[in-house]
């Protein structure tokens, strides 16, 4: 005991010098029960049989002693839990179904974002994998990172809510629906079943339907909103953050906030009510609402400018444009 007690001291004080000198210190994880705080984060996986993406969403413990002094992110690599599950994961038809286990699980358990880049960029699919990994978790991440979570509790298929140790003992959790409220007052609603869909409200007390690998973030005092979830019968993703606005249709038109799109765009607002819209993928078509007319520039994705793009009012407030063949982002601004 004394030779293994002095080998993870030594190894504890490696990982806790490595953060003084270069910063953040990221370890490859599995044992982060025993150096949680000695390194910066993890991998979120486990080297174990159990599947993470399959397993019932079990998070209290990794929630209450392990997510406040550290950060696990992703479920580790993205083909580590997925090519166990299905090893033509890459090509299957189901591909997206899988991108979505796996940020809904990521969310569930409380860690960081990991970007799903698998897919390549020579494809629409990959474009829209990796665009929905980044704005899906970027600032939702920061909702809970380092914050101690104040409630952790598992909906009966009755829809009532019940501790962990009733979810344990009842099987409850086995359908893994999960909400947490963190201390500084986000609520994460993630429905990691395998069937049927899940009612919730949020912040604003509106009915959210969550399909399966569906999730609902918010937090009122900030104005933070997330959903992955079903809309008139289907799933779109959209989030509004301080830092910017997502919109994915997912192949059909969808209107959420002030977006309108058939695949992603993501909006950021700019000084003197400049606004600035990236198109991602799968759209002919954006639309967004602005407070005063203006004109719209379009850049490709290197940043040279191709001159302005013919605007139409939608209707009051709202404008729309037709996305030049190499444009990237447009600036929408005061003629």
């Known amino acids: 005991m004394g030779t293994l007690a002095a080998t993870f001291y030594a190894y ?12 953040p210190t990221q370890s490859e994880a599995t044992y982060q029960w025993l150096y949680a705080g000695l390194a910066s984060g993890h991998y979120g996986w486990v080297y174990t049989p159990v599947n993470l993406l399959t397993h019932p969403l079990d998070i209290a413990f990794v929630a209450h002693k392990i997510h406040p002094i550290e950060s696990e992110y992703g479920m580790g690599y993205t083909y580590y839990y997925l090519s166990q599950l299905d090893k033509d994961w890459l090509k299957s038809p189901r591909k997206r179904e899988y991108v979505d286990l796996f ?9 960081m974002g990991w970007l799903v880049k698998e897919f390549g ?14 704005y899906m978790m970027q600032q ?3 909702h809970y990172a380092f914050v101690r979570p ?4 598992y909906a009966d298929p009755s829809g009532k809510f ?3 140790s009733i979810a344990h003992s009842t099987g409850v959790i086995a359908g893994s629906r999960l909400h ?14 395998t069937q049927g869909t899940w009612s919730v409200k949020d912040g604003a007390g509106n009915a959210v339907e969550l399909p399966v690998s569906g999730w609902l973030v918010y937090n009122a005092t900030d104005g933070f909103h997330e959903i992955s979830a079903n809309v008139s019968g289907r799933r779109v993703d959209y989030v509004r953050a301080a830092e910017f606005e997502f919109l994915d249709g997912r192949g059909t038109w969808t209107e959420r906030g002030s977006l309108g799109a058939t695949g992603s765009v993501a909006r950021r607002e700019r000084a003197a009510g400049v606004v600035e819209l ?12 602005a407070k005063a007319p203006g004109a719209v520039m379009a850049y490709d994705a290197e940043g040279k400018s191709l001159g302005k793009v013919d605007v139409k009012s939608a209707r009051s407030s709202w404008y729309e444009f037709k996305p030049l063949p190499n444009g990237r982002k447009y600036v929408w601004g005061s003629e």
Do not use: C, W
């Open 121 to 134: 960029l020579d494809n629409e699919f990959g474009i829209e994998a990796m665009a929905r990994s980044y």
């Open 278 to 289: 990236i198109d991602i993928y799968g759209n002919d078509r954006i639309a967004f609402e």
């Open 140 to 142: 939702l991440q920061q």
């Open 12 to 23: 504890g004080q490696l990982l806790l010098n490595d953060q003084r000198v270069y910063g």
């Open 180 to 193: 947490v409220e963190y201390e500084n007052g986000t609520h994460v609603y993630v429905n990691r079943g």
């Open 103 to 111: 940020l809904a699980t990521t969310i569930g358990y409380g860690n």
């Open 162 to 164: 019940v501790t962990p």
């Open 150 to 153: 104040k409630t952790i509790e």
